[in-house]
């Protein structure tokens, strides 16, 4: 028998021996029964060094009631018969050799090694040259008539000239998921998801036409869903796909979000961090930038932000009107009251670029590009930095184009009831419709159809359809974007027209 198990048979002992109380609410807080549990806890999980004397202090019944959280049992903080029997159950399931969180990883989260990427059988398949072009013909033949193709190729070049001014780039805007973790990609600008979303729609035969293996699409889709699974549990919005994602149990959820807003940190790691690095790929220390990102969504310092600016500059602060350099300020001087948000600062890159991005984040919104962010650092840690790049590279202006085809097909629908004059007209606005696709396809859905039906659509006049679309464009902050997009079509419109 190892040290390690001599040391912990006093506990398995007296787990045999308790009486059998078939009750959650009984105490067992001798002083005995403490000391071993702490012995059990130290040997566990915690790695936080409880004192072995028995007594039950603040930070043993904060590891007591941490363990029950994660176990789904109820979280009185109090040593009962039934903690007892987890944690004996927990130990005899252990190897010999105490597997805990090491001092190192609990003290200082952020210095952790990358996970390495999965290693893929063989080499992945050759790309075939012209494949892209012959699948994204395919599929526009298979959805749009010929003249309806004409005004998805002004359409789709328009919104790629909006958006990254026809160069495929990664999106500017730094996430808490840090350098690695930036949600957008390409012309278009997609998210890492979205891109990943549309070559699954492939089959595995125009997957490997295009030099991608079907196991390494789906393995970093798998830790890019399991990433958004665990940030919308630690935010407290998790759906049950979520829980069942993460094996997370329901009434853990409540102690998760204790952890978070408290900022305890060694507890979280130490309890979920190694479920969390299986099924992300990321350390799992990577829980605690996860975690103090989602200070982000604070109402209180989203309105300290705007009070702060205002009181700086003499100006309320307007979303479409952003200055950097103001923003930055505003959100140092928020931070100077709420020390939570220097980490965050960090995690978006530090300096005034990070004070910038949060400013952004705090002020004008788009707080759901973190969570794609660490959706896209998960799905990168599958395949590494080098093959992620290529990939995305090589694939962008097929994925773009599949979406973009998805969008203007929503804009012809939501027209169908409405007689246009065919031509360069009709063509802007099927792509102004279709750029509001672009961003939120399911808010653009209940707009423009009767409960989100695409066989149902609001509009049944021209005047009717563009004063909407006016006024869908003002309540989300979208007038100059919008504006963008016309300036891009009529531009592109006319070199065509003059060639």
């Not at 109380?21 to 566990?44: C, I, P, W």
């Not at 003249?147 to 990664?170: I, K, T």
């Not at 085809?405 to 246009?420: T, W």
Request: proline share 5%; charged share 25%; net charge positive.
């Amino acid at each position: 028998m190892s040290h390690s198990t001599n040391k912990l048979s006093g506990f398995l002992d007296l787990a045999r021996t308790l009486p059998s109380v078939n009750s959650a609410r009984v105490d067992l807080m001798e002083r005995g029964t403490v000391r071993e549990a702490q012995k059990a806890f130290n040997h566990l999980v915690h790695d936080i060094d409880l004192p072995e004397n028995g007594r039950f202090e603040l930070r043993t019944q904060k590891a007591v009631r941490a363990f029950q959280a994660a176990e789904g049992l109820e979280a009185t903080g109090r040593l009962n018969r039934e903690t007892v029997d987890r944690l004996a159950m927990r130990l005899r399931a252990q190897p010999s050799a105490p597997r805990r969180v090491s001092s190192a990883a609990a003290e200082s989260p952020r210095r952790s090694v990358a996970p390495s990427p999965v290693s893929f059988s063989g080499a992945a398949p050759q790309a075939q040259s012209g494949s892209v072009d012959a699948i994204m013909e395919k599929r526009t033949a298979q959805t749009l008539s010929p003249s309806e193709s004409e005004v998805f190729d002004l359409a789709d070049r328009a919104n790629q000239q909006v958006e990254s001014g026809g160069q495929s780039v990664f999106s500017r805007l730094p996430t808490t998921a840090g350098p690695d973790g930036r949600a957008s990609f390409g012309v278009g600008q997609l998210t890492i998801r979205a891109h990943l979303d549309q070559l699954s729609r492939l089959d595995t035969a125009e997957l490997r036409a295009i030099g991608i293996s079907p196991r390494e699409l789906e393995t970093m889709r798998s830790r890019g869903t399991a990433a958004e699974s665990w940030y919308r549990v630690l935010r407290g919005t998790a759906r049950p796909a979520d829980l069942h994602q993460t094996g997370m149990p329901a009434n853990a959820l409540e102690h998760v979000r204790r952890l978070v807003d408290a900022g305890d940190e060694h507890p979280l790691v130490a309890l979920y961090g190694e479920k969390f690095a299986q099924q992300t790929g990321l350390s799992p220390s990577d829980l605690v930038p996860m975690s103090q990102g989602l200070a982000i969504y604070n109402k209180e310092l989203q309105n300290d932000f705007r009070a702060q600016y205002e009181a700086l500059f003499g100006e309320p602060f307007h979303p479409t009107r952003r200055n950097s350099a103001r923003m930055a300020e505003a959100a140092y001087c928020v931070a100077a009251r709420h020390p939570q948000l220097w980490p965050v600062i960090q995690s978006l890159g530090g300096a005034r670029g990070g004070a910038t991005a949060l400013g952004h984040y705090l002020g004008v919104g788009a707080r759901a590009e973190n969570l794609h962010g660490w959706y896209a650092r998960a799905a990168k840690s599958a395949v590494g930095e080098a093959r992620f790049v290529e990939l995305l590279t090589h694939v962008d202006r097929l994925t773009t184009r599949m979406r973009h085809l998805e969008n203007v097909r929503h804009a012809l629908l939501a027209m169908s009831k409405i007689e246009i004059a065919a031509g360069t007209d009709r063509a802007r606005v099927v792509a102004r419709i279709a750029r509001r696709f672009h961003g939120a396809p399911g808010r653009a859905l209940q707009f423009f159809f009767v409960d989100g039906n695409v066989a149902l659509p609001r509009f049944h006049s021209e005047k009717a359809l563009l004063a909407g679309l006016n006024r869908y464009n003002e309540s989300l902050g979208r007038t100059h974007s919008d504006r963008r997009l016309v300036q891009a079509f009529n531009a592109i419109a006319a070199r065509r027209s003059e060639s």
